[in-house]
C-alpha cells in the first residue's frame, strides 16, 4: 500500500479515528480528575570530612572518601535507622517502610552533595516530612563513621538547603496527561484505520474489482440520497450526476456492442438490495434517449420491481407468455413521454427457474432482439436462486452489479464463477452506491444549464431553489422586472432588458414601457382605422407554454 491508499483509509474511517482520540483524552481527563494529587519537597546535604591537617593531599584524600560516602549514605536513607527517628518525633501513622515508599535520595556524581525528595499528600506535610529526614540523617549516618576510641565523627552531615512548602502538586501534570492521551489516541486511531481498511472485505474501489477479475468496470454510479424518492434519474433529475454516470455506462455498452454483437443485456447481482432493477431502468431509459428502439424485461418473476418503477400494470407481463394464450406484442407497455418499451414480470408463477431456463423462454429472447437494437432483461440475484444463471445462456451478456455497501470479495467471487460455469458472456461489472467523496480519482463533474458538480445536498438543493425563483421572461420583449410589457395589459418578470421605451411615471416608482415592436399611435375616435388581424394578433403577449419532458 502507498501513502494515498493509507490516506484514503484515514478518510474514509475518520470518524471511528475520531472517536478514539476524543474516547482516549476522555481516559486521560478523568485519571488526571480523580488522580489524588500528590506534593513533593526537596532539600539537599552536604558530607563532608573534619581533619585537623589542611595540607592539599589530606583535604583530596578526604575529597575521595566523601564521595564514596555520598554513595553508601544515599542507600541508607530509606533504612529503618533513618525512619525510625522521625516516625517516632512526628508521631506518624504509618511504619518505617511504608514513609520509605515516598523518600528517595539521589548522590551527585563526583560531588558530596545528595539530594533528598520526599512526597506526601500535601504540600505542609511534604515540606516537614523533608527537613525531618534530612535531620534524621545529618544525626545518624555520621555515628556510623565514629570510631570506637573516639567521641566525635569525622565524617560531618550538614543541610544546605531546607526542603520548601511546593506551590502546585506534581502528580498528576494535567497538560502532560492529557498530552500523552491525545498522541496514544492518535496512534489508536490510525492502527484502527489501517486495519480496518485492511481487514474489510467490501468492493469498494475499481481497484478491489481488478484484485478480483480482468473484467472491465463499465461504470461507477455514486450514492445518492435521493435515489430511493426518485430512482430513475434519466427522468427525475436528468442533469444529475447519477443521470451522468448512467449515461456514461450507456456509452460503454454501446461500444462493446460495436465491437460485438450485445443487444441482449442481462442486469443481474449478486445479492438483493443491491440497486439492479434500478440500473437496469435507467440504463434502459439511457439507451432509449439516442433514438434506438430499446426494450426493458422484467425477468425478477420472485419480487418484481419494474411495474412499481414506472407506474406500469404489472398483471400481464412476461410470465403470462408461457401460458400461451398473449403474444409479446400484447404485454409490451409504452413509458409516458419516452420510447421505452416494458415487458413487465406479470403474475408470480410457482417455478420460475424452470420457465426460465426452458426453450419457450430462449424463443421469445430471440424474437425480441430480432425486433428491438436492445433488449435490457432484469432478473433475480446470482446467489439466492439460480433464475439468473439458467437465463444467462440466452442472453448476449451479462453485467454484473456490485455495491459498495453489501458485496464483498467472496460474494462477488461466487457470483463470478456461478456465472463462467455455463459459459456465460460477462461484459463487465458496475460498482454502485460507491462514496465518491473516498474516491478522489472519480470526484469530477461539469456544469451545464444546473449544478453538475458533487457538490453536498444543501449546495445543490440551494442551486435547485436558485433556479425556481428565477423570474420568468417574456419570450419577445425580454422585459425586465416589474415593467409593463407591449400592450400595457400585463407584467412580465425577467432579467434581459429589452429596447428602451418612453418612461411612464408614478407615485413612488418609474416604469420603463417596453414594446416587442413599434406600432403607430391613433387618435381615438369613431375615425380611426382598425388595424389588421394579423398586427392585433403580434401586439399581444406570448403565453408560456410548457415545455415536454422530451
Known sequence: MELADYLRLLKRYWSGALMIVLASNLVAGLYAAFTPPTYESTSQLYVSLQTQDGSASTLLQGSNYT???????????????????VVAELDLETSASGLARSVSASAKLNTPLINLTVSAPTADEAAILSNAVAQSMAAVLPELQRPLDSDISPVRITMTRAGQVPSSPTEPNVKLTLAVGLLVGVGLGITYAILRGVLDNKVRSIDDVEHITDKPVLGVVSIDKGAPSAPLAIIDAPHSPRSEEMRRLRTNVQFIAATGRARTILVTSSLPAEGKSTTAANLALALADTGQRVLLVDADLRKPRVAKLFGLEGSVGLSTLFTGRVKAADCIQVVAGTSLEVITSGQIPPNPSELLGSNQMQEVLAELSYEYDFVVVDSAPVLPVTDAVALSPFVDGVVLLASATISTRSTLEHSLDALEQ??????????????????????????????????????????ELAQRRRPRMHRRCSAPARVTCCAGSRSWQGRTPGPPGRTRSSRSTARRVRRCRPRPRQAPGRGARRRPVEARLLDRPWPRRPISRR
Not at 554513595?71 to 536513607?77: E, G, I, R
Not at 480519482?441 to 444546473?450: C, D, P, T, W
Open 422 to 463: 455455463v459459459d456465460t458472456r460477462i461484459l463487465g461489472l458496475v460498482l454502485n452506491q460507491v462514496n465518491i467523496k473516498e474516491q478522489s480519482a472519480y470526484a469530477h463533474g461539469y456544469g451545464y444549464g444546473e449544478l453538475q458538480t458533487l457538490a453536498s445536498p444543501r449546495r445543490r438543493y440551494r442551486a
Open 67 to 85: 564521595q564514596d560516602l555520598v554513595a553508601a549514605f544515599a542507600d541508607l536513607a530509606t533504612s529503618p535507622l533513618v525512619l525510625d527517628p
